[in-house]
């Protein structure tokens, strides 16, 4: 049965990932949209998976593409179509009355609608073609690091489908990840931690960016990435760490623990992503107080919360991670967010430079902080203050 499982899940991956490239992923979406226009309903899939199947493009995506026709959609599709063929063929529009349809040909309808579901089939292709390959499209370098996130992701293929298209999904589209590649934000060097590392993201992309320098295939014009000695996530979850460590296996250590009952090591880097907030905020300086103490000199917490004074752009990162701990289970899960400038506030508290950027998209306001201890007056350790 877990043959039968392993089977299915690479069956899947090859139908999700076959027919890359921005031209044919765009080519799968317009020929999938011009099919789903067409008036021959219980036919979209088959045709899809020949054509896709002939050419060489993405079925999956064509299908997807298809569903123009859904339930929702597909009334008032025919209506155009319909009154688009009418015109064509005979220069004017079908009259919307009761009258009108019952003296007209069932026969005059469907010419008109499989007419017209060339045309507006056609104009709809190009449309979805332009607006898919303004998106899929990319720099070499956007190509370059695509191919890296595959290689990270492609770690957990064998784990689940959704653990799978998660690290994707995530590495893809979250530009955190892509900024601990940068020399300027990771120093290397001693060993990483990863406090809430989750699924291990952060850890299988480091990872694979080792793996591609010591191969040499890191982009020449790339700086190297940052690597580390050592790598160590911490996760509360059972469930998730095993699949951090089933996907990253000796390439670094995963930890079931609650970090602020472990005796740690010193750490070159930590990397706090969207972990403080889950805190209350003695429990946030507490945490920011032991890590600041295990920090070696020199060396970067990396953290990256939301900015509570963002407005509308804040409430659609407290809805996503709503509805995240909903499917997680947690819905009960308390939020203490702050400010960019309370959090900036909270971290020059202990003794932390910050280095503050945004770090999401026009709609999120999400923000990291990269922060450096400053160094001691006096010689003495710098003693952290707990707020009033």
């Known amino acids: 049965m877990r043959g039968v499982s392993a089977h299915l899940r690479r069956r899947f991956q090859g139908l999700r990932t076959e027919g890359a490239g921005a031209r044919r992923e765009t080519a799968a979406v317009a020929l999938g949209v011009f099919i789903g226009c067409l008036p021959l309903y219980g036919l979209h899939l088959t045709i899809c ?26 009334p008032w599709l025919v209506v155009v179509e319909v009154q688009a063929g009418a015109w064509l063929r005979r220069g004017t529009f079908h009259q919307v009355n009761r009258e009108y349809i019952a003296s ?8 008109d609608v499989l007419v017209g579901s060339l045309v507006v089939g056609a104009v709809l292709a190009v449309l979805a073609a332009a607006a898919t390959y303004s998106l ?15 290689r990270a992701s492609d770690r957990y293929v064998g784990i689940s489908v959704t653990a799978w298209e998660f690290a994707r999904g995530k590495l893809r589209m ?12 990771l120093v290397s060097g001693g060993a990483l931690l990863d406090v809430g590392c989750g699924q291990g993201l952060a850890l299988a992309l480091l990872t ?3 793996c591609a320098m010591d191969a040499g295939t890191w ?18 979850r059972r469930r998730v760490a095993k699949i951090a460590r089933t996907a990253l296996e000796s390439d670094a250590e995963v930890i079931v623990a609650d970090v602020r009952t472990l005796s740690l090591e010193p750490f070159r880097v930590v990397l706090l992503f969207d972990v403080l907030q889950l805190l209350a905020p003695d429990e946030q300086e507490a945490l920011l107080a032991e890590m600041t103490a295990r920090l070696e000199p020199g060396g970067v917490i990396l953290v990256r919360e939301a900015d509570a004074s963002a407005g509308s752009r804040f409430d659609l990162v407290r809805l996503g991670n709503r509805l995240k701990l909903l499917v997680s289970g947690s819905w009960r899960q308390p939020f203490h967010p702050r400010s960019a400038v309370e959090w900036s506030a909270c971290f020059a508290r202990h003794g932390l430079r910050s280095d503050t950027r945004p770090m999401g998209t026009r709609l999120f306001a999400n923000m990291m902080f990269r922060l450096v201890r400053e160094p001691a007056a006096s010689g003495q350790p710098h003693q952290s203050s707990q707020p009033a």
């Open 49 to 74: 998976w020949l054509i896709g199947y002939v050419l060489g493009l993405n079925r999956l995506k064509m299908y997807f593409a298809a569903n123009i026709s859904n339930p929702f959609v597909a």
């Open 104 to 111: 007209t040909s069932a026969w005059a309808f469907g010419i």
């Open 136 to 150: 899929v499209r990319g720099s070499g370098e956007d190509r370059r690091f695509a191919d890296l996130v595959r």
């Open 174 to 185: 979250d530009p955190i990840y892509r900024a601990t590649l940068s020399p300027d934000v």
């Open 208 to 210: 694979e960016a080792k």
């Open 219 to 236: 982009p020449a014009d790339w700086p190297p990435p940052p690597r580390f000695d050592r790598m160590i996530g911490i996760e509360r």
